[in-house]
């Protein structure tokens, strides 16, 4: 009965550790399309496909900000399992992906300086400058889609 039960604990313990590590990644992952779904009406704007409302880019431009943050507190050490595109040099080059990193959250500050500014010249560079961020991390640290 004890080996048993014992048995039943571990594989209950068993089961969600062997998915433990998919978390993470889910997690990061919709943090990052959540912050898409707030850039692309951006884009359209920048690129005048959507008309420009100062209230509601500086609002958009400010929920970027924040929603950028996110996703970077999912980054545990070696958290590559399942479908995620995380490449193993975030963790050996730790210092190289914090510094894309800030340079994604320092755009996002540029951004939501210019719309509040309403310059619309300004605008468009700091939005360049956030695009150009996401680029740079994708291209060094995200590997292809499985
Ligand atoms: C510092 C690095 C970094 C920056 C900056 C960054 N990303 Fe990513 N992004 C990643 C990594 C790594 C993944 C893969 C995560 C995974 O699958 O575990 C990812 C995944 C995503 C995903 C999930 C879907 C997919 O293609 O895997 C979206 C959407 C996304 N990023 C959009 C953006 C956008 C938009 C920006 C800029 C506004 C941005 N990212 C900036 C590193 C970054």
Same mark, same amino acid.
């Given at each position: 009965m004890?080996? %048993?039960l014992t048995a039943l604990?571990?594989?209950a %313990?068993? %089961?969600p550790a062997a998915?433990? +590590?998919d978390a993470p990644a889910e997690v990061r992952t919709k943090a990052f399309k959540k912050m898409l779904l707030t @850039? *692309?009406?951006l884009g359209m704007v920048v690129r005048e496909r959507a008309p420009y409302n100062k209230t &509601? @880019? *500086?609002q958009q431009a400010e929920t970027l900000r924040t929603l950028a943050r996110e996703p970077f507190n999912h980054f545990p050490a070696n958290s590559i399992s399942g479908k995620s595109r995380a490449k193993p040099e975030i963790w050996s080059q730790p210092a190289k992906f914090q510094a894309n990193r800030d340079a994604l959250l320092k755009a996002? +500050?540029?951004l939501a300086a210019a719309a509040k500014s309403g310059d619309l010249a300004s605008i468009k560079k700091s939005y360049g400058q956030v695009a &150009?961020?996401?680029k740079t991390c994708h291209d060094a640290f995200r590997g292809p889609e499985k």
């Open positions: 004890n080996k %048993i604990l571990l594989a %313990i068993a %089961i998915h433990a +590590d @850039f *692309e009406p &509601q @880019f *500086e996002t +500050d540029n &150009q961020s996401c």
